[in-house]
């Protein structure tokens, strides 16, 4: 059965302070890892397709990586404005994506 | 840019009424999904469809049906709407088959069953 965990559950940095969010998956044969960010009272909005291991993608302060186990998504020089919830997902072998139970980032000015 | 509209942002409705949850992609994507989506629980996936007049069960479909009359629309439907369906409710869509591709969003309905 496929799955993701991600971890931290919840991060709090100050404004400036880099970290990395962890995303761990199980997957048969994978076809796609996704990053989204949620802001509270709306949809996810996507961020970022991973389909092998090695590929990097950038937009901004956020550069999401990937190996064959997990995937990191990497942000440089947070701003108060990046404070929302992030979500990961993969897709395996149908239509339907497995999603993590997202990472609750807290920038603080 | 896609675009994925749910037809209301919040709406309240009784115990035992039917309700309609309805919404519409601009982009012409072959794949549509419902999903709920509640604290601690994450999404959860509810029906998907992969053409028109075809559903698929997801992981919850207990209490729930669906309807895809056309490639742009699809409809979530509570056929007897109870409490313990309050919820977020999302629809997304996503191009179709071959290579991962991403589900887009819409904004979601928060649904309140009184």
């Known amino acids: 059965e496929d799955q993701v965990t991600q971890s931290p559950e919840a991060l709090r940095l100050q404004e400036g302070e880099s970290s990395s969010l962890n995303c761990s998956y199980t997957?048969?044969?994978?076809?796609?890892l996704f990053w989204y960010r949620q802001d509270p009272g709306k949809g996810p909005e996507f961020l970022f397709t991973?389909?092998?291991a090695g590929e990097e993608k950038e937009k901004e302060r956020l550069k999401a990586t990937l190996t064959k186990k997990e995937s990191f998504l990497h942000i440089t020089a947070p701003k108060p404005e990046d404070s929302a919830t992030y979500l990961c997902?993969?897709?395996?072998?149908?239509?339907?994506?497995?999603f993590g139970k997202g990472m609750k980032l807290t920038v603080n000015p | 840019d896609v675009k994925v509209t749910q037809s209301s942002r919040y709406l309240v409705k009784r115990t035992g009424e039917k309700v309609f949850l309805e919404c519409v992609q601009d982009?012409?994507?072959?794949?549509m999904f419902w999903y709920r989506q509640d604290p601690g629980l994450g999404l959860r996936l509810i029906y998907f469809?992969?053409?028109?007049?075809?559903?698929e069960k997801g992981d919850i479909p207990e209490g729930y049906s669906v309807s895809r009359e056309k490639k742009e629309r699809f409809s979530l439907i509570l056929e007897s709407a109870s409490t313990n369906q309050t919820s977020m409710y999302l629809c997304?869509?996503?191009?179709?088959?071959?290579?991962?591709?991403?589900?887009?969003f819409g904004d979601g309905t928060r649904l309140s069953i009184l």
């Open positions: 997304a869509s996503s191009l179709g088959t071959g290579e991962g591709q991403p589900q887009h």
């Open positions: 982009m012409d994507h072959e794949n």
């Open positions: 997957v048969s044969g994978l076809r796609g």
């Open positions: 991973l389909y092998s």
């Open positions: 469809s992969y053409d028109v007049k075809m559903k």
């Open positions: 997902a993969v897709q395996g072998g149908s239509e339907k994506l497995v």
